[in-house]
């Protein structure tokens, strides 16, 4: 019984990847060769919404060929305030960080950008804000080394996303956050991004727009029909971006 556990928990651990459960509209695309070098855009706070137990963000973030690394600078909903951070989320072994945060407001202008360090194997993440306050934090992250390869883990996938299934009335009012000025670079060289467009959790009309190759808006639905309350207890268990803690099977 044992070992048949065990065995259960590592294909548990293999099979959990990115697009996580708990991703709701979300817009991805990859280098065409080469690894990502640089990534950035802005986009601005979304209009207060009601305070709630609610913990949802919009966030873009760059992941390993594996979908098991993940880059994030997050502005995630509180409950009662908006804050921004970087996060870095491992799946394994499983690591977590998240950086100094700020709160801000609805309406600031919010920027963030990943840049590959090749002198030191790691990524700089960067976050900044300007409106009603400026503050800015910086990130660096060491890429993971990759074990069965050997080596380096090349990271080669964008994605812009919402995450976190809530009730529809706690997302804002204004029913979208808009993307703009997005940037990507392919071994340090610009590239035109093949955009497309998925969903993990069908949460409340929630859907990515490729708007053109630098503009991606995520939409919603205030009045559309609430998630089942265990979906948003699930994904609202983890006050963290990637995953719920319930799709990784530990062996203790």
């Known amino acids: 019984m ?12 293999v099979l959990a990847q990115d697009p996580a459960p708990g991703w709701l509209g979300y817009a991805t695309a990859k280098c065409p060769s080469g690894r990502i070098t640089f990534i950035d855009g802005y986009w601005k706070v979304g209009a207060t919404p009601p305070q709630s137990n609610s913990f949802y963000s919009p966030w873009f973030g760059i992941d ?9 600078p997050v502005n995630p909903w509180m409950g009662n305030e908006w804050l921004i951070y970087n996060e870095y989320f491992q799946w394994s072994p499983e690591y977590n960080y998240n950086s100094a945060q700020h709160q801000v407001k609805a309406g600031d202008l919010l920027y963030g ?55 529809c009335a706690d997302y804002p009012s204004d029913g979208k956050v808009t993307f703009t000025n997005i940037n990507v670079q392919c071994d340090n060289a610009p590239i035109t991004p093949n955009w497309s467009t998925s969903y993990v959790e069908d949460v409340c009309d929630n859907r990515a727009h490729v708007i053109d190759s630098s503009t991606i808006e995520i939409t919603w639905n205030t009045k559309a029909q609430d ?6 207890a699930k994904s609202q268990s983890d006050r963290r971006f990637g995953r719920p803690s319930s799709t990784i099977l530990r062996g203790n």
């Open 227 to 232: 998630p089942a309350p265990e979906l948003i």
């Open 113 to 167: 950008s990943i840049t590959f360090n090749p002198n030191n194997q790691s990524y700089t993440i960067y976050h900044n804000v300007s409106g009603s306050t400026t503050w800015e934090v910086s990130t660096n992250i060491v890429v993971q080394k990759d074990g069965r390869k050997g080596g380096y883990k090349n990271y080669t996938i964008a994605y812009f996303v919402y995450e976190k299934p809530c009730p």
């Open 2 to 13: 044992k070992n048949l556990f065990l065995l259960a928990a590592t294909v548990g651990t």
């Open 64 to 72: 390993a060929s594996d979908n098991l690394n993940l880059l994030q």
